[in-house]
């Protein structure tokens, strides 16, 4: 199973971008199953948990972005999305997804987020 992550690129300070995750080659009833997570990196810094959604799309956000951000799923098409709005120069990072299901974490490449005027 491969995550293809997507939608990053260069935002002014108080823009949106919308990234995309898409796991095409994963069955249906496993990605129903299935948490996703979106994970930062900034340059220098730990890669960081950003935000969660779980098989009953349950959320969870890390407090530097509780209100800005927004995790969901489309189960149907199999991908996760991390809208981002009121975007800041500190959310410049490389952000990845990842997908754990029973035991097994698969990560998705990294898409660049560049926040800056």
């Known amino acids: 199973v491969q995550l293809q992550a997507s939608g990053g690129g260069l935002v002014q300070p108080g823009g949106s971008l919308r990234l995309s995750c898409a796991v095409p080659?994963?069955?249906?009833?496993?990605?129903?199953?299935?948490?996703f997570a979106w994970y930062r990196q900034g340059s220098g810094e730990l890669r960081e948990l950003v935000a969660t959604?779980?098989?009953?799309?349950?959320?969870s956000y890390a407090d530097s972005v509780q209100g800005r951000f927004t995790i969901s799923r489309d189960n149907a098409k199999k991908m996760t999305y991390l809208q981002m709005n009121s975007l800041k120069p500190e959310d410049t990072a490389v952000y990845y997804c990842?997908?754990?299901?029973?035991?097994?974490?698969?990560w998705g490449q990294g898409t660049l987020v560049t926040v800056s005027s």
């Open positions: 990842k997908a754990t299901y029973g035991a097994q974490d698969v």
């Open positions: 080659g994963m069955i249906t009833s496993t990605f129903w199953g299935t948490t």
């Open positions: 959604t779980g098989p009953n799309r349950d959320t």
